[in-house]
């Protein structure tokens, strides 16, 4: 059996296949499963071209009371860190890193938030 797609639909296929794999790839590069573990993180959510998590929020438990962090990829192939505070219906931005090499992904994480990534 043969199966005919149009060009519109193998672009936009190949996109889907590239922005999911943008989020599986942040979140491999923070640590997955151990990452999640250590810090309680939940509520992943794929952004297309980044991800974006929440936090525990009792208080005390991150510095600053962060408990939202948004990572976004940019179009220089670094990342963009936002690290803010969800209450209420309000959001407000905490910290912001903009050229993080993902290499620096855990440690700007864990100075910023105070929480370690890994044993």
């Known amino acids: 059996m043969k199966i005919i797609i149009s060009k519109h639909q193998w672009n936009a296929m190949k996109k889907a296949q590239t922005e999911e794999s943008v989020a599986r790839t942040i979140l491999q590069q923070l640590g997955a499963n151990k990452f999640a573990a250590m ?30 962090v948004k990572i976004i990829l940019d179009p220089s192939d670094t990342y963009t860190m ?11 931005i905490i910290h912001t890193e903009q050229g993080v090499y993902f290499d620096q992904l855990q440690p700007i ?8 990534t890994h044993l």
Do not use: C, H, M
């Open 39 to 68: 810090t309680g993180a939940r509520s992943f959510l794929d952004l297309g071209n980044g991800l974006s998590f929440k936090l525990p929020g009792a208080s005390g438990f991150t510095k600053q009371g962060i408990n939202y």
């Open 82 to 92: 936002e690290f803010g505070r969800v209450r209420g219906g309000n959001y407000k």
């Open 109 to 116: 994480f864990t100075a910023t938030t105070g929480l370690e």
